[in-house]
């Protein structure tokens, strides 16, 4: 299958997560996707997530539970390393639904709530750092 070009940014669709047109920051430089999450704990061995952030106005406030996650160190570029939450969901990229997996962080301060890494980005798109939201430009 060839590679999807994506840009620097673009918007994206989680349906498992009931977030749509949620911005999204391709990241090259991370090997980790991540998404910012505004509240976590763990309830009767479910990890229980609030996404909502009043920057990003799209970011509904439901709360998801999963059943299954793990963990993952994840290394900053200022090389801290952080221990912290991974779970599986989708993403909906070009119309084509994705399994990704996605840390949980705390990211109320930047611009974009979610950055995709390399993980997932391999193999399946190239990167264009000239073009923006060109998945969510071409929906039907």
């Known amino acids: 299958m060839p590679k999807k070009t994506i840009g620097r940014i673009d918007k994206a669709d989680f349906p498992t997560l009931d977030l749509f047109g949620i911005d999204i920051k391709i990241d090259t430089g991370a090997y980790t996707s991540s998404i910012h999450c505004h509240k976590v704990l763990v309830d009767n061995d479910e990890l229980v ?3 909502y952030d009043e920057g990003h106005p799209y970011y509904n406030g439901k709360e998801i539970r ?18 912290r939450y991974k779970v599986k969901t989708t993403i909906v990229l070009f119309e084509k639904e994705y399994s990704i997996s996605l840390t949980l962080s ?8 979610i950055l995709i890494g390399r993980k997932f980005l391999t193999k399946k798109f190239i990167v ?13």
């Open 106 to 113: 705390t990211r109320e301060d930047m611009k974009y709530p």
């Open 66 to 83: 999963f059943k299954e996650y793990t963990f993952a160190k994840v290394k900053s570029s200022n090389g801290v390393v952080q221990k």
């Open 49 to 51: 997530c609030l996404f």
């Open 128 to 140: 264009d750092v000239t073009q923006k939201d060109v998945s969510f430009n071409n929906k039907k």
